[in-house]
């Protein structure tokens, strides 16, 4: 069966670096995502990596994966801020556009 | 502004009352979702429509009734609700078929049953 799972809370401070980590069951995916929520507001799409690369960069936005481990990350350099927020990976898989989300990360960010 | 537009942004409503949450997309994509957000379940995918048909009801209460009269609009007429029903709940639409689209989600609906 499908399960994407997180850690559920991450704290830094501000100017570090933060390492949001996922890790999925099922082989077969084929997109791999990153959403940001902001308290009060829906889920916004932050980038996606597609299954047989290894890593994207986005401006302060690295996705590493490895899909050996079945493992996904997503870091954020120099955090700010406005980067506190929960932050959620989610897998599509071969059969269609179905998103399987993981239980989110609380990222804190402290001045 | 997401393109998904979720109505009305907060709702209080009584166990014996009946109110619907409306989402409306013109994004062009043919699949719309209603999530539930609480602090129990970060989020649970409730029902899937796939061009105005229902492809996905993941064992929700029948208080919950969907209801997509065409791929731009998406309801969810709630009736006789319960306490522990009180969350969250986000509308997402997206293409159908394969290909990194991802969901977009409207602001969702803050529901709270008293």
């Known amino acids: 069966g499908e399960d994407v799972e997180q850690s559920l809370f991450l704290s830094v401070r501000e100017g570090d670096s933060s390492v949001i980590n996922c890790t999925y069951t099922d082989s077969s995916s084929t997109y791999l995502y990153w959403y940001k929520q902001e308290p009060g507001a829906g889920l916004q799409l932050l980038t996606y990596?597609?299954?047989?690369?290894d890593m994207k960069q986005d401006q302060r936005l690295t996705v590493l994966l490895n899909k050996k481990d079945k493992h996904l990350s997503l870091r954020i350099a120099d955090t700010q801020t406005g980067d506190s927020a929960i932050y959620f990976c989610a897998e599509s898989l071969n059969a269609g556009n179905m998103l399987t989300f993981g239980g989110g990360t609380r990222l804190m960010v402290k001045p | 502004e997401t393109g998904v537009t979720q109505t009305p942004r907060h709702l209080v409503m009584g166990m014996t009352n009946k109110k619907s949450l409306k989402c409306e997309q013109h994004l062009g994509h043919n699949a719309m979702y209603w999530y539930k957000q609480s602090a129990k379940k970060p989020l649970e995918l409730m029902f899937v429509y796939n061009f105005k048909e229902q492809t996905e009801n993941n064992s929700v209460p029948s208080r919950f009734s969907p209801e997509c009269p065409n791929s731009s609009h998406l309801f969810l007429h709630l009736h006789t609700l319960q306490p522990e029903d009180s969350a969250l709940y986000l509308c997402?639409?997206?293409?159908?078929?394969?290909?990194?689209?991802?969901?977009?989600f409207g602001s969702g609906t803050r529901l709270t049953v008293v």
């Open positions: 990596i597609f299954s047989n690369m």
């Open positions: 997402a639409s997206s293409p159908s078929g394969t290909g990194p689209y991802g969901y977009t």
